[in-house]
């Protein structure tokens, strides 16, 4: 009989690539995760992995063992998800793992809203960036993530996850006032030369006005990186440089030095921040979870993005 928690190992082993930073999302010792991953090998009868520079990788019986524990571990999800809602009623903690932008537009609002609906259940956020918090929900620090989709990252057919969509923004260009580009329509191929200010290498957002760029046919020169997006619009108002900026994160903000210029629509068609919440293949019907899901998705729709 195959222990699940083995497979588990085995997951964050294939997640993070090396043993060191796989018992560090589970809490144990590198040398409790070797142990625990040449146990799963006797118990299949294979060798599940092959060395790869300083970390490891599956070899094809561990993508098989990795598919199974997939789909293993999320049925158990559903077996603790339909206990909970045979108990006495949706009462506890859940934590949600979201970034700045959407803790303000959607996050907060809900917690509000299930106050009045479903009090028992308390939400703890925490900070974390679009392609964080995905981890931290597969780590098991995060029974929700809310995150944004991104090159390289899970898909909506990754089957350790079960995803909602919330909402998509476009993105707006954000220049110093009196900038030669403000009195024309938005072209990105006209800004191939400016000096560009934006989030970090990683931030998903980062990714998404490369790959604008790259449509238009340059990559952007980032000299100045910040994923604090008013950090981001006061440096444009400073003159170091212009920025494309989710258009929620410009909700609210003061803007002094700076003006905005919608994307237009072939542009802005290509070029949004989709976000979606995700939970754990199986969790989906979770007394304490779905009340969370319905009401970001209810406030998602009332946002008024456009």
């Given at each position: ?268 068609a290509g070029m949004e921040r989709r976000v979606f919440a995700a939970v754990r293949r199986g969790a989906e019907s979770h007394p304490l979870l779905r009340p969370l899901l319905d009401s970001l998705q209810q406030i998602s729709g009332s946002l008024g993005?456009?």
């Amino acid at each position: 009989m195959i222990d699940t928690r083995r497979l588990r190992t085995l997951r964050a082993v294939a997640d993070h690539g090396t043993v060191t930073a796989a018992a560090a999302t589970l809490h144990l010792t590198p040398s409790a995760v070797s142990q625990q991953l040449v146990a799963l090998e006797h118990e299949v009868g294979h060798r599940l992995f092959v060395r790869d520079g300083r970390g490891v990788r599956l070899n094809a019986v561990g993508k098989i063992m990795l598919a199974h524990a997939n789909e293993v571990l999320a049925q158990l999800e559903r077996a603790e998800a339909e206990v909970a809602a045979y108990a006495t009623g949706a009462a506890g903690e859940v934590t949600a793992a979201c970034f700045a932008t959407a803790i303000s537009a959607v996050l907060s609002p809900a917690i509000v809203a299930l106050r009045a609906t479903t009090p028992g259940i308390q939400v703890r956020v925490r900070d974390a960036e679009g392609h964080q918090s995905l981890a931290m929900l597969l780590d098991g620090e995060a029974d929700v993530a809310i995150a944004v989709e991104y090159r390289g990252g899970p898909d909506a057919a990754d089957r350790r996850l079960f995803r909602v969509p919330l909402y998509a923004e476009p993105f707006d260009l954000v220049l110093p006032e009196g900038h030669p580009l403000s009195g024309s329509a938005v072209d990105l191929a006209a800004a191939s030369g400016e000096t560009w200010i934006g989030p970090y290498p990683g931030n998903p957002v980062h990714d998404v006005i490369a790959f604008a760029c790259e449509q238009a046919g340059f990559s952007p020169r980032f000299a100045h990186c910040s994923d604090d997006f008013r950090a981001v619009v006061a440096l444009v108002g400073a003159g170091a440089g212009i920025a494309l900026v989710p258009r929620l994160a410009l909700r609210d903000m003061t803007l002094p030095g700076v003006t905005v210029h919608h994307t237009p629509g072939p542009l802005a068609a290509g070029m949004e921040r989709r976000v979606f919440a995700a939970v754990r293949r199986g969790a989906e019907s979770h007394p304490l979870l779905r009340p969370l899901l319905d009401s970001l998705q209810q406030i998602s729709g009332s946002l008024g993005i456009g």
